[in-house]
């Protein structure tokens, strides 16, 4: 059997916009997709920058990530349509199935997706991760580059509403003002390019070559499913490449 072509589908955002959750239900629902965490490529817990100023461990600056190995990682599967590495994978996504995924959304995305497989004969990748869009050698890897969005008062909550994070070696609960100021204050620095004069509360540029989604609470999944399983199967805009 001949390789089929690799796409390699990028789902990022903030902290707890729901990019694991979208990108769990969507693996899921396609058929025949992959799906890997860039989570699974954060460095052990003594390799996580120290902030002086407040006494933590930063886990929200690219530099608690192998980037390195996440990018070739990324090359490898694009190559051989495998994964390579010996993932741990720490499963820190609150239980996916309390969202209810209807019947419809569910015939609706096979028969798109099957159309979509059987026209161009891919091999979906969904890759879920926090920091992907952020720097040109990583951001230049993904097929679509879907942004997951969610205003700040909804990530604030949400997050703080999780009890923590599984680490390599240790569990991760937040101090009182690490959302603010790491989380936060982290996806605006390193995702502000992406979006009109800056401001990441505002809207996208055109130009960013990302597709963007606002899921905030009170959205039906089935719209941010339909909706990513669109951006999947679409050509792409001339703009992005
Ligand atoms: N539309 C929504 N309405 C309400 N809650 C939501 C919605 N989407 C996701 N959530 C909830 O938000 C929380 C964070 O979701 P999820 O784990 O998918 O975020 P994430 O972007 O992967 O965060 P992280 O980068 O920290 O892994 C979960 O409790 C999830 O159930
Ligand atoms: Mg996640």
Excluded at 126 to 137: A, E, L, N, S
Excluded at 150 to 170: C, F, I, M, N, V
Excluded at 176 to 195: G, I, Q, T
Excluded at 217 to 231: K, P, S, Y
Aim: glycine share 4%.
């Amino acid at each position: 059997m001949s390789q089929r072509d690799v796409l390699i589908v990028g789902i990022s955002g903030c902290s707890s916009s729901g990019k694991t959750t979208i990108a769990k239900l969507i693996a899921e629902l396609l058929p025949g997709a992959t799906l890997i965490h860039e989570d699974d490529f954060f460095k052990h817990d003594d390799e996580i920058p120290l902030n002086k100023k407040f006494g933590v461990k930063d886990w929200d600056c690219p530099e608690a990530l192998d980037l390195d190995l996440f990018g070739q990682e990324l090359d490898h599967i694009k190559a051989t349509g495998k994964i390579s590495a010996k993932l741990v994978h720490n499963n820190n996504v609150d239980d996916v199935s309390r969202f209810c995924v209807s019947k419809e959304t569910k015939e609706t995305l096979r028969k798109e997706f099957n159309a979509f497989e059987a026209a161009s004969d891919v091999h979906v990748v969904v890759v879920d991760g926090f920091m992907m869009f952020h720097d040109p050698k990583i951001a230049c890897k993904f097929d679509r580059k879907l942004l997951i969005r969610a205003p700040y008062a909804s990530l604030k909550s949400r997050r703080a509403a999780r009890s923590g994070y599984q680490t390599l070696d240790s569990f991760w609960i937040d101090p009182p003002f690490y959302f603010d100021e790491f989380v936060y204050k982290s996806y605006a620095k390193n995702h502000a390019s992406l979006f009109e004069e800056n401001d990441v509360e505002g809207r996208i540029r055109k130009n960013s070559g990302v597709q963007d989604y606002v899921n905030d609470d009170g959205m039906d999944i089935n719209d941010a499913l339909l909706w990513a399983c669109h951006q999947i199967v679409s050509p792409l805009p001339s703009f992005s490449s």
